[in-house]
């Protein structure tokens, strides 16, 4: 058994909240570390917060923007810092599980025990750090704590579980998607599910604040995922989940739903527009909103009918979907809003950006359009960086 299927071994066997203890461990006596320190990113993800040993509270933490390890986690690619004459080497190391970026692994290595063999075999144990991490997390809090710079809101809490996580990322598209404020989340809720060859995306914003638009959403969500399950046609998805909707809250309360079906052989993309959420398609230089039909939001009458639309992406393409809270924002002369001209240049300017960073960015230019305003709803954003799938040679 070679040493890094030594180091993984003692990963998988460690405790969910003793990773990083068994981690130091494995790499100190198979690598001959110095040591490990792992920093995961906060829900806001503006900083990397250092996860201390044993388990507790932030043992300290680096900006997502302006550090080191920011830039590992913001480029997601390994970074060495060799000094001239130094007796070690850091590595730093990004950790994500299939494209949902969660912090950086940082080990320091004595110089005669560095080489690039050891570099690939580090950056297979970040990888495995960062899935055995998501299993750990069913287990323990201690990993979801100390992503908290503040304390959650109960709607927050019951938001954040429902998501199924902030980043994909398989051969034929990339997925990123962020959430503000990330610590008192109302209604807003993004979710897809990955098959063979398909992917179901949907973004929906549930009325209303508080644990009630939350219970709303959780409600929704499940109801689309149940439906989803069945193996049913996507309209037929939203029918069934509106039914789930109205049977409950009686019309009283409803959610706008915009759900969409990839099929990943033909780019062929079938959506159902129940609401407000937007989708923006950046093609080359340009960017354009794609109109929908709309339709009735989902649980505001009984037994309502739903059609799907369809249209086709390209390999190249960008799809970014926005809720109100993004589109509807108003800037300090409350004139315009975010939505009407400056939204699109914001997509613009992400196009040499990976997917995972583009919600980040694109909020960014909302907080400077907003200036002294204060965000009164969910801002929501998803992009969808389409590659496609290759012929067969």
Known sequence: MNRYETVARSLREAQPHGLMAVLRGALSEDYAAVSAELFLADYGLKVLCHVPDPPGECAGEYSVFNSVVGRVFGA????????????????????????????????????????AGVLAELGQVASLLGHEILVAERDTDVYRTLRRRDRLTLA?????????????????????????????????????????????????????EGIDASLLTSLAVNALRNARRSGIPLADQVALADKAVYAHYRGERYLDVL????????????????????????????????????????????????????????????????????????????????????????????RLVPSASVPQEVLRHLAEYRGEHESVDDALVVCLDWRGRSEPE
């Open 76 to 115: 997601q690619e390994t970074f060495v810092e060799d000094s001239f004459g130094s007796e070690a080497v850091t590595v730093h190391l990004p950790v994500s599980a299939r494209g949902d970026r969660l912090g950086v692994l940082t080990v320091e290595l004595k110089a005669a025990d560095y080489s």
């Open 156 to 208: 927050a809490e019951v938001q954040w579980d429902l998501l199924p996580g902030r980043g994909f990322e398989c051969p034929e598209y990339s997925i990123g998607a962020q959430l503000e404020p990330a610590y008192s989340i109302r209604g807003d809720n993004f979710d897809w599910s990955a098959a063979p060859d398909r992917l179901t995306l949907g973004i929906t914003n549930g009325m209303g």
């Open 259 to 350: 759900l969409l079906g990839f099929d990943l052989a033909t780019g062929e993309v079938q959506a159902v527009d129940a609401g407000s959420p937007l989708l923006y398609r950046l093609r080359g230089d340009r960017v354009e909103q794609l109109p929908f039909e709309a339709q009735l939001p989902m649980g505001m009458a009984e037994d309502t009918v739903y059609t799907a639309e369809r249209f086709r992406v390209e390999p190249g393409d960008r799809l970014v979907f926005v809720s109100d809270g993004v589109f509807d924002a108003k800037g300090p002369s409350e004139e315009e809003t975010f939505g009407s001209r400056a939204l699109s240049l914001a997509i613009l300017a992400t």
